[in-house]
């Protein structure tokens, strides 16, 4: 609690500046003290819940781990994640556990970011990830050609796009796409990609959208009376 931490640090400081008198030298050396041992307290009280939380390994899925590379390899393919080294990664009562290696500021913030691209590579090649997005505009549609999407948004030509490795693309009655994939990350990439063909324009809503997003509309220009 940042607010608790800063009383405990003003009441210190207050204390041993007024009982005793020291060269501004020593009083220094006396808040950087406390200022040290808050930070201790701060990192103990507030590590990362994420990354100290073990990864369930699901039935179907083998993980090895070779250094600082976790392999997850399940019924929709194989993910792999380097792990950086000031991470120690282990496999204990089929549990993946992530633990720091040191005490730094950057050790922190890998610590519960590890902990996700691990668990989103097991959740990947056992369930997947998916992402839709909705087509909105008369004469706007989708349908597919073999395994490349074919788009009609409205330009003079069509817009195809062609899925990388491991995504699939589908469509559902011309104006409903999904995107599938076992890598979040690739899956979130493709799908941004097929927004940024159309994007949702603010007055009549017309164009490309993520399902369920919000699009602030603008209000059209009045007409002369």
């Keep these: 609690n940042n607010l ?10 207050i204390k041993r500046v007024q009982l005793v008198e020291k060269p501004a030298g020593k009083i220094l050396a006396e808040i950087k003290m406390i200022l040290q041992e808050v930070a201790i307290y701060h990192k103990e009280k507030n590590m ?8 369930e390994i699901p039935s179907g ?8 590379t976790v392999t997850a390899k399940g019924p929709l393919g194989t993910e792999t994640v380097v792990v950086r080294p000031e991470i120690a990664v282990k496999i ?19 610590f519960g970011l590890s902990r996700t691209l691990v668990a989103n590579a097991v959740h990947g090649v056992k369930e997947g990830f998916e992402k839709k997005l909705e087509i909105q505009g008369v004469g706007y549609r989708a349908n597919m050609e073999g395994k490349n999407l074919n788009l009609a948004l409205g330009y003079s030509h069509p817009v195809v796009v062609e899925p990388p490795e491991g995504i699939t693309i589908s469509v559902e009655a011309n104006t409903k796409i999904s995107v599938k994939g076992s890598n979040k990350q690739k899956v979130g990439d493709v799908a941004a990609f097929i927004r940024s063909k159309r994007p949702p324009e603010v007055y009549k809503g017309k164009g490309v959208r993520y399902e369920g997003e919000y699009i602030r509309r603008k209000a059209g220009k009045a007409g002369k009376k």
């Design 48 to 55: 990362s819940r994420i990354g100290k939380k073990p990864i």
């Design 61 to 68: 899925v083998e993980i090895t781990i070779d250094g600082q």
């Design 4 to 13: 608790f931490t800063f009383e405990i640090l003003h009441a210190k400081v």
């Design 92 to 110: 204990e009562d089929n549990h993946i556990i992530l633990s720091k290696v040191g005490q730094t500021r950057e050790t922190d913030a890998l």
